[in-house]
């Protein structure tokens, strides 16, 4: 087959609206309904809105004592009628010249507007003197001020963790719906590729492309299956695909998709009507998408190098994850240079960068690795804190220049 060299040279917008018109979002049937704790990095399907108000009942947020504020000018004693815990259900009544002993968290009673610290008092035999003014209110935490009963807690779209898993525990969910994963197979090609851990002969390379995708897919919520890696044959990648084409709703191919004349990827697909494109991306120029088989599958192929298709996932792949998901791209924001880099004419370069503070509270970015976004090299996106991206009319960028920076989860 002779090398071919024309394909389309598109932005970085008008490929990922390509590949993000490959997939619809989730509907109301890919729903999942998962205990909290199992949640964790899940999308959700529906808004958490409060079981109750939170918190359900008015309480004290200190140690000391319930008090109606109005009967008080300090120094004044007051006798200790009752006590109430955390977790007590009493509500003790009191009267002019009493007061309750109450805990952090315990239910105000209904007799009491304020709460004195146990530090702004003095125990006596006869009861306990208040030593500081007393305001109506004081340290009493109302039902309802955080949220009400009712009111959205977390909206669907959001990914789930910590922060948000805890708040709808606290609005009193014991489960949430949340958008099932996309199940995405992974296929890396190339004759070249040994197994992570084998031993490598001449011109051999450790595949470590799958464990990248893998990876990132768990990570932004996909179920991954992923395949041996496959020799540069068109009948061993024809054959994947169809494996994968029943089960998966997505697969990502990595490698095949330059010139090449043993650039098996882009030859299978071509067959089944893919288009292969050169983005204005540096490195994650060569890039392809299909739909493989009766179902039309969904396959986008990345280009081989690592940091190319590691960068080549972040951009175009993660956005259809989330549109899977029915949640927003995560926004870029602006840093500043803190080294000097050069950056191809004519195309965004991503650059793997670290990031730094100065004294001022800005955001500053330097290289992560001294060959930049050399798309070869594996080890400057582990080291890395964000991607920075040079638009593609920049060629040098100086010190104290503004460019866009994503972190990297
Ligand atoms: N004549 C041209 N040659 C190339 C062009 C071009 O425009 N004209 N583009 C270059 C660019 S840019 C890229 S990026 C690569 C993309 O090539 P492929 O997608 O066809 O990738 P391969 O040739 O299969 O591999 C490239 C490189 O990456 C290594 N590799 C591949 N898969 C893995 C893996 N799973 N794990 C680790 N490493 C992998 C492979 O051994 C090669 O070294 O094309 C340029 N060429
Ligand atoms: O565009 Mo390539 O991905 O630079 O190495």
Not at 55 to 82: E, H, K
Not at 169 to 174: I, L, P, Q, R, V
Request: proline residues 7%; neutral net charge.
């Amino acid at each position: 087959m002779a090398l071919t060299n024309t394909r389309a040279l598109l932005t970085v917008e008008e490929y990922l609206a390509e590949v993000l018109a490959l997939i619809e979002p989730f509907g109301a049937a890919d729903v999942d309904e998962l205990p909290l704790r199992e949640a964790a990095g899940r999308t959700l399907a529906a808004p958490v809105v409060a079981r109750g108000d939170v918190p359900a009942f008015a309480n004290s947020a200190m140690d000391g004592f319930a008090v109606r504020s109005a009967d008080l000018a300090p120094p004044t004693v007051l006798r200790i009628d009752a006590e109430v815990l955390a977790g007590s259900s009493a509500d003790p009544a009191f009267g002019p010249g009493a007061c309750v002993r109450i805990m952090t968290g315990a239910p105000l009673p209904t007799a009491a507007d304020a709460v004195v610290p146990v530090e702004q008092t003095t125990l006596l035999p006869q009861g306990v003197r208040i030593d500081a003014p007393v305001a109506a209110g004081q340290h009493v935490r109302a039902a309802g001020e955080d949220v009400r009963q009712g009111a959205m807690v977390l909206d669907a779209g959001v990914r789930l963790g910590a922060r948000t898993l805890s708040a709808a525990a606290g609005a009193g969910h014991a489960t949430v719906r949340v958008v099932r994963r996309p199940r995405v197979g992974v296929i890396a090609t190339g004759d070249e590729l040994v197994p992570p851990g084998g031993d490598l002969g001449r011109g051999q390379i450790f595949e470590s492309n799958a464990t990248f995708l893998a990876a990132a897919l768990t990570r932004d919520g996909g179920e991954a299956t992923v395949l041996p890696a496959v020799r540069d044959t068109d009948a061993a990648l024809a054959g994947a695909l169809d494996g994968l084409a029943a089960t998966c709703d997505l697969v990502v191919v990595s490698g095949g998709v330059s010139v090449g004349d043993a650039d098996v990827t882009r030859i299978v697909l071509e067959r089944a009507g893919a288009r292969f494109r050169h983005v204005r991306l540096q490195p994650g120029k060569p890039q392809g998408w299909a739909r493989w088989g009766g179902r039309g599958l969904p396959v986008i192929a990345l280009p081989g190098n690592p940091l190319s298709a590691a960068v080549s996932y972040e951009t175009f792949v993660a956005p259809v994850l989330d549109r899977f998901h029915r949640r927003p791209t995560p926004a870029w924001t602006p840093a500043v240079a803190a080294a000097a880099w050069s950056s191809p004419a004519g195309r965004r370069q991503l650059v793997p960068v670290l990031l730094d503070v100065d004294a001022s509270g800005r955001q500053l970015v330097r290289p992560a690795h001294r060959h930049g976004s050399a798309s070869h090299m594996i080890t400057s996106l582990a080291a890395a804190d964000a991607l920075a991206a040079v638009a593609e009319d920049v060629t040098a960028v100086a010190v104290g220049d503004l460019v866009a920076i994503r972190r990297l989860p």
